[in-house]
């Protein structure tokens, strides 16, 4: 398992700064979330560092591996994955050959990458819909086949772009058990949430971000009492769900 | 793009009888056929089914399953033609190698064209490859010295195997028919590997692909190249059916369009589909040639466009998933 270090990551469109000098550390075991206002340049971040875009200035590393150089497929490859917020099914294809796209990056034996997913499916509870057309699901269970095929490439750090987005209060608290799991599976997860009782919940560690620059970095209970957070984004009422 | 394809699904599929029970059970049927039938009219269409079906397998390896929509694959089908019949009209080289050294010349062109193109996005891809196909028939036609021009090539009729000439016309009908098998086995191969799901992926989201770590471009070259090399092949079997090949016959765009058509109308990404494209839309325009060529000029054309839209917005995914999921309904039977 590894860590994800950035250092300084910048980038411009035009004359917009979307994201100025973000850093921070994300450890195998540990859950950071990143917090902000839209347009505050969260997802750019993931974009950044999967080298979807390519940053003006500011580095991303994986363990001791540079990873500047990488293309998004690499760095996949190298066990850094992610998810899209808007989720980015093969919607003509089943559930589980989904999954198998994923898979297939362990293993040469379409057979294996079919028995693979067929137990990261099991795992995400969604065995029932494998043989489902990917594109007539729901949005929950298209959030959670989001996961799945991203889990399927056995990740080291894994990157969540709002999975909880459109989920039921239900579905909610199991996707926070879920995600527990697999930090006590060893990942580094960084997870992007507008869900904010479920970050308090969720996150070991909360970085907020407001145009595009970082403004808080901390603990959940910190974040919670930030006076500047609580304006920028919370709002003055907030109270911090004390882990409920 | 891909509501326009049905996904034939690459694993196992549920059925009761053997993996290829029942293309096995069909091309024994068609092998017989070339014995039974004796009328020159009813053997060259089926020859002229062969061949097309050959080719848009060969097409829809790349078009289809990789979502590469060419237009240009005519220009790989001249450059078979030519190939095999210059080196044995020049050098007395049998065309069993020649249309190697074709498939060789059309692989490369293809890797070429693909590095440059297949970086482009959708129609940009397809316009580039229409540029390429009438490059190349430009340049046969201009090329007289080497290709005859307009005027064409005539091979004489030596028949024997290594010249790849046979008095018996149905000889040919099993060499075409062993092409498509070896074609269709081939594309199910493909189908089934992790290569043929990559292309998939691809054709899906490409973002989504690459976010999944799977190297895109390498394949999709590999694929485009492979396809034209097996275009390629077809051309050489053509040229040496008809013993006589031009620019227009071996290379024009509405070859290139029909191979494309063939693949839509039966199959996208399916590996039976371009075959039952082939042999409908092949044997529909030549009935039609027949019965109506000889009265209002324009007619066939016109009759067989109204054909190819009528099955096109009947059965958006083409004729073979679409007559194999109305067998599924009405009998339960999806073969």
Partial sequence: ?????????????????????????????????????NGAGKTTVFNLLTGFIAPDTGSVRLGDMNLAKLSPEDRCRAGLARTFQVVQPFRGLSVLDNVVMGAMLRTSSIAEAREAAASVLDELGMSRLKDMRAGSLPIGDRKRLEMAKVLA???????????????????VQRMISFIHGLRDRGLAVVVIEHHMSAVMRLSDEVLVLQNGQPIAHGSPQEIGRDPKVLSAYLGPNFQVDGGH | MSDRIAVDPPGPAATRVPRYFWPVAIFLALAALPALITDPFVLNMIMMSMLSAAAALAWNLSGGYAGQLSLGHAAFYGIGAYASTLLLLRAGISPLFGMLVGAGISALSAIVLGMITLRLKGSFFVMSTLAFGAVVHIGAMNFRDLTGGASGLAIPLNPSVVNLTFANKAVYVFIAL??????????????????????????????????????????????FALSA??????????????????????????????FALMAIVGGLGTAYGPIIGAAVVTCVSLVMQIYLGNQ???????????????????????LGPGLRDALGRRFGWRP
């Fill in chain 2, 178 to 223: 062993g092409l498509v098998a070896a074609y269709y086995v081939a594309t199910r191969l493909i189908a089934g590997s992790k290569l043929g799901y990559s292309l998939v992926a691809f054709r899906e989201n490409h973002d989504a692909a690459r976010a999944l770590g799977i190297r895109t471009l390498p394949i999709r070259i590999g694929i």
């Fill in chain 1, 1 to 37: 398992m590894a860590t994800l270090t950035t250092d300084g990551l910048t980038k411009s469109f035009g004359g917009l700064r979307a994201v100025q000098d973000v850093s921070f550390v994300a450890r195998p075991g540990r859950i950071l979330s990143i917090i902000g206002p």
């Fill in chain 2, 296 to 318: 209002v000029s324009g007619l066939t054309q016109l009759a067989y466009s109204a054909i190819v839209i009528v099955v096109l917005l009947s059965l958006p995914t083409g």
């Fill in chain 2, 229 to 258: 090399g097996m275009t390629s092949i077809v051309g050489s079997l053509h040229a040496q059916y008809f013993l006589y090949i031009d620019p227009d016959s071996v290379m024009s765009l509405g070859l290139s369009l029909n």
């Fill in chain 1, 153 to 171: 490439t056995r990740p080291s750090v894994l990157l969540l772009d709002e999975v909880m987005g459109g989920l039921i209060p239900i579905e």
